[in-house]
């Protein structure tokens, strides 16, 4: 089972969202899960899987998650190699038992041309990072992905039910 998960902030609270699926291949998720946390860190720049990474590990929990993959939306290294982001610390939350694959959006410094991904018609990349799985694979896996354009289907999946989910939490408040 592949997990990609995204997440989304409103003041001290967060929604994670994940969608589970078994081919990189697939166009439909397996399953959708979500969990609210409250409380969360705020955002500190260099610092960012402070913030995400206890909503991804609640989501696993709650839910209790075992997948063969997880994809974040961002980077497992901020620098290609050494420079731990979010991925890197997920893995070594997770005892380096699951193999994590970042997926960026944008170029961060340090992050050369052997990490981007052109996807579709797209001529803006983006940028793979991995922990636990080969680059090569990583770059495969998110490539052969379902959708025709830059982001992967239910990359986009995992992104909008974070947002919904966001939107129906505060609307509830």
Known sequence: MILAVDVDY??????????????????IESDVFTSV????EEYEPGNFYRRELPCILQLLKEHKLNPDVIVVDGFVW???????GLGAH???ALDKKIPIIGVAKRRFDGITSKFELLRGDSVKPLY??????????????????????????LLKKADR???????ETV???
């Open 78 to 84: 901020l620098d290609g190699s050494t420079k731990a």
């Open 171 to 173: 609307s509830e408040m």
């Open 128 to 153: 793979v990072t991995c922990v636990g799985v080969e680059l090569d694979y990583s770059i495969t896996s998110i490539a052969n992905m379902a959708g025709k354009n830059r982001h992967p289907v």
């Open 37 to 40: 946390i409250n409380d969360i």
């Open 10 to 27: 409103k003041n001290s609270k967060a929604v994670i969202a994940g969608v589970t699926f078994n081919e990189w291949t697939d166009e």
């Open 90 to 92: 997920l893995f070594d």
């Open 161 to 167: 039910l974070c947002r919904d989910t966001m939107q």
